[in-house]
């Protein structure tokens, strides 16, 4: 499975942005967004099951970021709005051939492919 993030880049705070992230190869069956802040551990942002459609997010970003899905392209996307300082950081993208639970979704260590990383800087 190759992934190819997109949609990074700069914006005001309170700004949006729009990551998409396609998938190519094997089918997947979860897909998630994880971000790692500059001196910062890499944390979990959102996450979709692919069959049921179910989504979960980090509770720092509830209400603002919204994961979605387009089926035929395989595809996933991260819109984000009210965006602030503390969003600013390299955002990846990660999938697994596994349909994961709720109590997995949250670690990285579930996600078997990792994309290349897109910049996201909040900054006025």
């Known amino acids: 499975v190759q992934l190819q993030a997109s949609g990074g880049g700069s914006v005001q705070p309170g700004g949006s942005l729009r990551l998409s992230c396609a998938a190519s190869g094997r089918s997947v069956r979860t897909m998630g967004w994880f971000r790692q802040a500059p001196g910062k551990e890499r944390e979990f942002v959102a996450a979709?099951?692919?069959?049921?459609?179910?989504?979960y997010y980090a509770d720092s970003v509830k209400g603002r970021f919204s994961i979605s899905k387009e089926y035929a392209k395989n595809t996933v996307f991260l819109q984000m709005f009210s965006l602030n300082s503390e969003d600013t950081a390299v955002y990846y993208c990660?999938?697994?051939?596994?349909?994961?639970?709720?109590?997995?979704?949250?670690?990285?260590?579930?996600?078997?492919?990792w994309g290349q990383g897109t910049l996201v800087t909040v900054s006025s």
């Open positions: 979709l099951r692919w069959g049921d459609n179910a989504k």
């Open positions: 990660a999938a697994d051939e596994g349909t994961k639970i709720a109590s997995s979704v949250r670690s990285s260590s579930q996600y078997r492919y």
